[in-house]
């Protein structure tokens, strides 16, 4: 039987998962970011990362993700979100801070290396890295794109910024044939950028281009 520490511990890391992601921004008119527009999001969501990642530490009697993620069914709940929170915050941003990066890239090595044992981040998105918890290959990665794609379709990516930059983080952790299957999302999601009037977006979207465009090509020369 489940203890209740073990369903409440779940339950605070869906919900600060949930609380940590940037929401929707609603500028009052067309422009570029500014930071005065994220004011005092890295401040509260530098401690959502720390108690995450005391979370996924400290399990009842130390055990750590082994009474979080019992099934897939979990990790789809507290992975995905978490992964994406993470992601967001991948680079620098107006929205983030350097101790919030830090804290990202701290808590994503944890997950690489004693949640799912995997030597990068593609292991753990692509491989069977997951079928402890019986995730099958690229299962999670499938999530994570199922989860952003709303943010990121063509009429709703500049409202969400941090899906944005969580979405490219995602395709450079990936090589052939990884994205092979993946094209119909990241190709789109590229292009958006790419024809956007805001010159960062631009060029985020050729970046993502050229790295989708290199490893496709991989698959057939």
């Given at each position: 039987m489940e203890s209740p520490k073990s369903s409440a511990r779940?339950?605070?890391l869906f919900s600060l998962c949930q609380s940590g992601?940037?929401?929707?921004?609603?500028?009052?008119?067309?422009?570029?970011?500014?930071a005065e527009d994220c004011a005092g999001h890295a401040e509260r969501v530098l401690p959502v990362l720390r108690e995450c990642a005391d979370i996924l530490r400290c399990g009842d009697g130390g055990g750590g993700d082994q009474d979080l993620?019992?099934?897939?069914?979990?990790?789809?709940?507290?992975?995905?979100?978490?992964?994406?929170?993470?992601?967001e915050h991948a680079e620098s941003a107006p929205w983030s801070s350097p101790d919030c990066i830090?804290?990202?890239?701290?808590?994503?090595?944890h997950l690489r290396e004693d949640?799912?044992?995997?030597?990068?981040m593609r292991e753990v998105l692509m491989t069977a890295a997951?079928?402890?918890?019986?995730?099958?290959?690229?299962?999670?990665?499938?999530?994570?794109?199922?989860?952003?794609?709303?943010?990121?379709?063509?009429?709703?990516?500049?409202?969400?910024p941090g899906a944005c930059r969580c979405c490219a983080w995602l395709l450079h952790q990936l090589?052939?044939?990884?994205?092979?299957?993946?094209?119909?999302?990241?190709?789109?999601f590229s292009l958006c950028l790419l024809g956007d009037w805001e010159d960062a977006n631009k060029l985020r979207g050729l970046q993502c281009l050229s790295h989708l465009i290199q490893q496709v090509k991989k698959l057939f020369f």
């Open positions: 779940r339950r605070r992601l940037l929401p929707e921004l609603r500028l009052p008119e067309d422009r570029p970011l500014t993620f019992r099934d897939s069914s979990d990790v789809k709940e507290l992975l995905v979100p978490l992964v994406a929170l993470c992601g830090s804290a990202s890239y701290a808590m994503l090595a949640v799912f044992s995997a030597r990068s997951g079928a402890r918890f019986g995730l099958s290959r690229g299962q999670l990665l499938d999530w994570l794109v199922e989860f952003q794609a709303p943010r990121v379709a063509r009429e709703r990516f500049r409202k969400f090589v052939s044939p990884d994205v092979g299957d993946l094209v119909h999302f990241f190709l789109p």
